[in-house]
């Protein structure tokens, strides 16, 4: 391969570089199954590649959206740990 086409940073393989998507995922993910009707998701899908995103990246958009339209706020939230910790600084200021 030509110098000038080698990548800079070459995408780390194997079983740690797995570990280490798997726990950065874990950490700032949460997961949760979608069950469509048979044939929706091929068409989200292309809605998705026609607005330039990916699937996921189109779902949370339509989440978000719907849920500023039905509240009339914008959708805001705490990682799960960092709502833990306020949950238990507000239980020990009730105490």
């Given at each position: 391969?030509?110098?000038?086409?080698?990548?800079?940073y070459?995408?780390?393989?194997?079983?740690?570089?797995?570990?280490?998507?798997?726990?950065?995922r874990?950490?700032?993910?949460?997961r949760?199954?979608?069950?469509?009707?048979?044939?929706?998701?091929?068409?989200?899908?292309?809605?998705a590649?026609?607005?330039?995103?990916?699937?996921?990246?189109?779902?949370?958009?339509?989440?978000?959206?719907r849920y500023?339209?039905?509240?009339?706020?914008?959708?805001?939230?705490?990682?799960?740990?960092?709502?833990?910790?306020?949950?238990?600084?507000e239980?020990?200021?009730?105490?």
């Amino acid at each position: 391969m030509p110098e000038e086409e080698k990548k800079k940073y070459p995408i780390p393989r194997g079983a740690a570089a797995t570990r280490a998507k798997n726990k950065h995922r874990n950490a700032n993910y949460d997961r949760g199954e979608l069950a469509l009707p048979k044939g929706m998701k091929a068409e989200v899908r292309k809605a998705a590649k026609q607005a330039g995103q990916s699937f996921n990246a189109y779902v949370e958009q339509a989440i978000k959206e719907r849920y500023n339209r039905d509240t009339g706020e914008e959708m805001t939230w705490e990682k799960a740990e960092d709502f833990a910790k306020t949950e238990d600084n507000e239980n020990d200021l009730n105490a």
